[in-house]
């Protein structure tokens, strides 16, 4: 079973910048997209970025556009997302995903921003 293994969350002052990390725990065949979710308590999971394989065509919630950018590696299974100009509005369990034959995620890890 192959798991997708997250680190760099934790707690920022707002301004602040984090790098989340994301591996596969084993290799993934045909990865098509790569991409980081977030999910505040109460409220639906949201897709925050995303990256396709081969073209590396990236796409980007408006609420995070110019702040956060995305970088993967579908040969190395990795993803990352580096987080810039943290708000306190960011402050959410973060989570990657990888879309192969099937699709992985990630355990989440927390992202806290202090006002």
């Known amino acids: 079973q192959v798991q997708l293994v997250e680190s760099g969350g934790g707690l920022v002052q707002a301004g602040g910048s984090l790098r989340l990390s994301c591996v596969a725990s084993?290799?993934?065949?045909?990865?098509?997209?790569m991409g980081w979710y977030r999910q505040v308590p109460g409220k639906q999971r949201e897709l925050v970025a995303s990256i396709t394989t081969g073209s590396k065509i990236k796409w980007y919630a408006n609420f995070v556009k110019g702040r956060f950018a995305i970088s993967g590696d579908d040969a190395k299974n990795t993803v990352t997302l580096q987080m810039n100009s943290l708000k306190v509005e960011d402050t959410a369990v973060y989570y990657c995903?990888?879309?192969?034959?099937?699709?992985?995620w990630g355990q989440g890890t927390q992202v806290t921003v202090s006002s």
């Open positions: 084993a290799s993934i065949a045909s990865i098509s997209s």
């Open positions: 995903q990888m879309r192969g034959q099937s699709t992985y």
